[in-house]
């Protein structure tokens, strides 16, 4: 099974920071790599998919890259809108562990 | 605009069968490049896909699953449907339906709208 694996778990930052958050997969899966926001009660919004493909309406501070097992999403200039849980989803295969375990987004 | 819509009990007895459907509205289930998708969030954790259904009607289900889920497709009421059977509490969860886009070669590419949720418990 592709395992995904997101770091770190949790981050506290303030509005404006410039934010990194990592997904390793346990093998390569390309760049089929998409990268999801998470507000309290609410469902997921994709935000990148393939790896680096800004999806429509989602605001251009929000970028993706890296292919093969090593992945990034970066929240160029934090907004306070944007305090949630991040997941990133491997669409390479279909097996059991499709999204990685989140990363919450907390106010310093 | 693609809308979903997720509907059925919030409460279920352990060892019954839970039972979801999802309303699509703004678009045709039976257009092609789509999987209808459920996919579940166990309260305070991450998330769990489920399983889909092509529009072709071709089923993929979660290996850790796969014996107690059925995915179905109504398209006359533009509706999907989940069935997972012998529920435990391990299955209280918020359950999401999704459409994931791709080819006929899953797994779909990425999942562009998704329900509000819903949650289900499972307690006698």
């Known amino acids: 099974d592709i395992q995904m694996t997101q770091s770190p778990s949790s981050l506290s930052a303030s509005v404006g920071d410039r934010v990194t958050i990592t997904c390793r997969a346990s093998q390569s899966i390309s760049s089929y790599l998409n990268w999801y926001q998470q507000k309290p009660g609410k469902a997921p919004k994709l935000l990148i998919y393939a790896a680096s493909s800004l999806q429509s309406g989602v605001p251009s501070r929000f970028s993706g890259s890296g292919s093969g097992t090593d992945f990034t999403l970066t929240i160029s200039s934090l907004q306070p809108e944007d305090f949630a849980t991040y997941y990133c989803?491997?669409?390479?295969?279909?097996?059991?562990?499709?999204f990685g375990g989140g990363t919450k987004v907390e106010i310093k | 605009q693609v809308q979903l819509q997720e509907s059925g009990p919030g409460l279920v007895k352990p060892s019954q069968t839970l039972s979801l459907t999802c309303t699509v509205s703004g678009g045709s289930i039976s257009s092609g490049g789509y999987y209808w998708s459920w996919i579940r969030q166990h309260p305070g954790k991450g998330l769990e896909w489920i399983g889909y259904i092509y529009y072709s009607g071709s089923t993929y289900y979660n290996p850790s699953l796969k014996s107690r889920v059925t995915i179905s497709v109504d398209t006359s009421k533009n509706q999907f449907s989940l069935k997972l059977s012998s529920v435990t509490a391990a299955d209280t969860a918020v359950y999401y339906c999704?459409?994931?886009?791709?080819?006929?070669?899953?797994?779909?590419?990425?999942?562009?709208?998704w329900g509000q949720g819903t949650l289900v418990t499972v307690s006698s």
């Open positions: 999704a459409r994931g886009r791709g080819s006929s070669t899953p797994p779909p590419y990425y999942f562009d709208y």
């Open positions: 989803q491997q669409s390479y295969s279909t097996l059991r562990d499709t």
